[in-house]
């Protein structure tokens, strides 16, 4: 740069020096800077300077009172109502304080920050009765629910009582009648959870009569003892069935039916036409053993099916468990079911 050019230009730098000197004195250089400087530098900073002068004199000198007005306002926003603020005027300051937000906003246009300050409220308020709505149905849902909760909740304290009563109860009991009750109720459920598994194979709506028939002498010693408890616990003042409660519960056997009489024999249909294989019973063996469906005669001129499920192998008279053989059922190995056939086709020789 020539002489006469950096003299024109620090000419022009000193005047924007003066005005700024004029409105910020604190912000203006001495003309020994500007003469010795760097002139770009020096012109870029004093030209912002006087531009945020500037800026800063319009906006407080005229409007001083309205913008306390605004500064009261902006002190009453949240941090984050502050952040939504400098997002709709396009300022940067992420790091900035509440007070160092407040104040950059102050330096802006009033007109704008109020602009921005009345929309900022406007979602605040719809926002504020959004959430009014939803209380008001939260608070409608519980008292709906009020009632039901009442009545759960106190079922549930009741059901807690029971269960300490019956605990009460059993440690009454010494434990030698404890173990001896114990010992039959687990008897009896392992009795019902036999009882399950043939239902469990043979189909839901099955008759176990011949099932609970087998069972009944077992039953009947699991119960002689709960029996037993129940007519000696009154007077030892002890509640019998809480005492069973606490131990788990006497399972109920009733829903499997009654058992069948000693000589019950399934009914034959004589309009069911087995199909199958027909089997001479005497003439099965290990190397020819049954197959399932197989049809074979016995003693009593009758035709049996054989069928194979979970249970094992079992003789029908009807194709399906309805029709079941009082005796050649749940056979699991092939040798017995040949026996077992075999015996029940010879004929039974008269006296």
Known sequence: MNL???????????????????IAPGEAVSDATIENGD????????????VKAQR?????????????????????LSGAELKDMFGALNLAGERLTASERVNMLLEEPIGEVLKALATLEARGSNESAKAENIKAEQDTSEKLNTSAERVKKSEKTEHVAQEDRAQDELNKVPGAVQDSIGYALTGLRGLRDRLDGVERARGKGHILALEVRDIEPDVA??????????????????DADLVIRALGGEPDLSVYGEPAAADAQPKTDATVKLEGSRRDPTKVSAFTPYEDGDVVKLSDGAEWQVRQDMAGWYLTSTGNWRGTHPTIQRIKAMNNLIREVEKASIPVPSD
Do not use: H, W
């Open 4 to 22: 006469a050019n950096r003299a024109g230009s620090i000419a022009s730098i000193k005047e924007m020096n003066e005005q700024l000197r004029a």
């Open 39 to 50: 002139l770009d530098a020096l012109r870029d900073s004093i030209s912002t300077a006087l």
């Open 56 to 76: 800063k004199s319009v906006n407080t000198e005229p409007q001083s009172a309205e913008r306390e007005a605004l500064r009261k306002r902006l002190d009453d």
């Open 221 to 238: 010693r699991y119960t002689a003892k709960l029996d037993e408890f129940r007519k000696l616990a009154p007077g030892n003042n002890v």
